[in-house]
């Protein structure tokens, strides 16, 4: 398995980002996927996920209403989308396999929210 997230970088408060998780080695069609989260000191937070087909979704209550996960089956590729940056959400982005915290992940990318 193979999940290379890419898009991270620095963002002013109330910006946008964009990540993407480009994956490989295993039917990505047929997995439940989601993205996580870790800052400095802290464990890791559960940020989002969906389902294998897209049709269902959910969210953390700490970004709820600010970012959406999607996915691309025809790419293999998952998505997370996020609005309204705030300096809480500066951290290390994995996408995962699964619904939950528990899955294989990938590296990461960092992002971080500074003015």
């Known amino acids: 398995i193979q999940l290379v997230e890419s898009g991270g970088g620095l963002v002013q408060p109330g910006g946008s980002l964009r990540l993407a998780c480009a994956t490989s080695?295993?039917?990505?069609?047929?997995?439940?996927m989601s993205w996580v989260r870790q800052a400095p000191g802290k464990g890791v937070e559960w940020v989002g996920g969906?389902?294998?087909?897209?049709?269902?979704?959910g969210y953390g209550e700490a970004v709820k209403g600010r970012f959406t996960v999607s996915r691309d089956n025809t790419k293999s590729t998952l998505y997370l989308q996020m609005n309204n940056l705030t300096s809480e959400d500066t951290a290390r982005y994995h996408c995962?396999?699964?619904?939950?915290?528990?899955?294989?992940r990938g590296r990461g990318t960092q992002v971080t929210v500074s003015s």
């Open positions: 995962a396999t699964g619904f939950g915290i528990t899955g294989y």
């Open positions: 080695g295993f039917d990505f069609s047929t997995y439940r």
């Open positions: 969906i389902y294998e087909d897209g049709s269902r979704s």
